[in-house]
């Protein structure tokens, strides 16, 4: 069945990963991406983010609901792995600071596959004081 | 508080993320690191894969419970991130195939802090089926 | 934005609930569905049970990963309204006798959104003992 | 053991699933029901809707605490099915708009059984935007 | 409303927690309990257990559903207690080493509001090695 | 390996369950312990009441990132206990009214086993109406 070509999962972690000090070397072609920040105890915030992000860098069509389905799914994934069995943050106490990276492509060589995408997460999670956090991630991916 | 000097965290994503025909440059200091693989449908053996992989590599030292249990807890949330939700695997029909990566080190800067250890997970999960898969990704943090 | 013209996650509830000495009068134009019924302690089966069934009425391609994932997300939306929070059946000392219904369609007006699918369960979860159970129902929809 | 008689919870289903331009055609005897409609991001309110319903129109009495006790329970469970996994609706950006039904009977054939009590929901769930949503059920039963 | 007279499951936590080498003095009157212990690394049996016991001992009539279903859910809760946010024992690679105590009472001034039953487990929960374990507790309550 | 020498969950459930007109007799030497009470329907505020009695009796230093974090963790188990499968409180229209016990203490005969902390939590939840509650409990136990 499907043969994976490209794997955008991989690709948005590099891009959530990489930083202006400390680049990563990636060489990716045939994909739409976009990366951005977002700092919050609210995690209402974080897929308000992400989404407009997405729209705005024309990732997906945001007059299209299955569009909009199909990446919120893989917000909603990418924030329980950085959330680790609940989504609360403010609820229980705790803020992120996150780096998003999103990337739509073709990853599967039979081409009825189609377009899917990826949203990466990678930061720090932790108690609502400066440096009491430690590192956190997540990917989700969907067929959109 | 405790600024952050190292990051476990995004080393051990990057060590998952390497691969040979794709590697990733990365220069960490003072961290001690292994990498493995695991492909199941039972996460039990995810589980059973990392400890053994980290207590052979000196990791951390198996006769101290303590050591086990930061470990055991960094795995189930970087299982979480892969499974997103619910842990079971087989119990719904799917499987995966991982690139693992265990780092230990002292992250910040503060030596009060002590080693922390990071679990970080790389690969697909789907269908029992060549092909019906879609990348997945977990990390957990712990200190130790 | 996406404008609802047919429901096909009722379509699929109300399929599942009819029955042959209780039947539902339904009436349902441009959309394919197929029904089964499932008995087991085993939430594998019923992902099994349900994706035999959409792929050999000809629901979804089971050629085609994006439509496989497509319902195999539908159909764990629908077994966590039956098990409402654990996955377990046998795990927690339970059974569940389903009857269950898959559905595809064009629900919203604009023809962009395209097809999506509603998977339903209807029947009852408990103990291994006849009649020590009750009613249990979900529902699943996804964009395909 | 308890074989059943009367199927509260489809009966609770078809009530949440009936609608006056789209009526089901039911019957059922010697049980006592209500319906109603709650739209918000909160879940908070759709329980207080339904608690309200449910005391209002005699369902159970709200000066008893093992009736408010089952009822509860029961409308968490029916919640779970709309949710899918985590509560949380504007704490993920989403929202419903529900139509809800409370019956209340005997379904067993054994009288020492007692009375129990069915929740369904049916209406939709997605982004807070019109149209940009789609269908979701749950189910809830308890003792009382 | 219903204001408590008697804590059955502050007395069921206390029978859990009590051991013949160090008793914890305790007088509950108007109660029905019973303790048992059960060492496993399969939920399943936990279940089981305390049913057998719960049943050979009087506490709840096996033959009517809405008793043993009352006692599941007070079950369920307490494991949940134990395993905090995922049911599962083996499946993760871990085992519990319980005792438990089943307590039925009628907690409440108010004689409408009937009796109740409590289930409290306290133990062992770790690796499958003797040592490599921690504490654990639950307690689960509900109407009968 | 690690073999039990103090039970310092145990101790923390003691220490939770006594009361001034109900006490409990209690020995435990080598521990540091303290107790405390919070009444709230926001879960937040029980990990910041734990956490600021906690660090004001010395039992963890508030400097150090790492016994937050240990700290946290624990408090996050117990907190599961009393929740049982979701931590929201208001958001489900829920209550608590709980009494806290942290004990932190060497329960392994390994001296290398080093400093553990247990959080005991139990008390009531219900409905925001007084005497619409029952009991729940729960412990955490962490290597700090
Ligand atoms: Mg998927
Ligand atoms: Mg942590
Ligand atoms: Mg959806
Ligand atoms: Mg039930
Ligand atoms: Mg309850
Ligand atoms: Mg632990």
Same mark, same amino acid.
């Given at each position: 069945?499907?043969?994976?070509?490209?794997?955008?999962?991989? /690709?948005?972690?590099?891009?959530?990963?990489?930083?202006?000090?400390?680049?990563?070397?990636?060489?990716? #072609?045939?994909?739409?991406?976009?990366?951005? #920040? !977002?700092? +919050?105890? @609210?995690?209402?915030?974080?897929?308000? $983010?992400?989404? +407009? $992000?997405?729209?705005?860098?024309?990732?997906?069509?945001?007059? !299209? /609901? %299955?569009?909009?389905?199909?990446?919120?799914? $893989?917000?909603?994934?990418?924030?329980?792995? !950085?959330?680790?069995?609940?989504?609360?943050?403010?609820?229980?106490? %705790? +803020?992120?600071?996150?780096?998003?990276?999103?990337?739509?492509?073709?990853? /599967?060589?039979?081409?009825?596959?189609? @377009?899917?995408?990826?949203?990466?997460?990678?930061? +720090?999670?932790?108690?609502?004081?400066?440096?009491?956090?430690?590192?956190? $991630?997540?990917?989700?991916?969907?067929?959109?």
């Amino acid at each position: 069945m499907a043969q994976q070509e490209q794997r955008i999962g991989r /690709y948005a972690l590099l891009l959530a990963l990489s930083e202006e000090n400390d680049p990563i070397v990636m060489d990716q #072609k045939n994909v739409k991406s976009c990366v951005g #920040k !977002v700092g +919050t105890m @609210d995690s209402q915030k974080i897929v308000a $983010a992400i989404e +407009t $992000a997405a729209k705005s860098n024309g990732l997906i069509n945001g007059n !299209v /609901y %299955r569009e909009v389905h199909a990446l919120y799914h $893989a917000i909603l994934e990418a924030i329980q792995g !950085v959330t680790r069995g609940h989504l609360q943050l403010s609820g229980i106490l %705790r +803020t992120v600071g996150l780096r998003f990276a999103v990337v739509r492509g073709a990853p /599967y060589r039979n081409k009825e596959e189609g @377009d899917w995408i990826a949203v990466a997460l990678y930061g +720090t999670i932790g108690a609502p004081i400066k440096g009491s956090e430690h590192e956190s $991630a997540g990917l989700g991916i969907n067929h959109i």
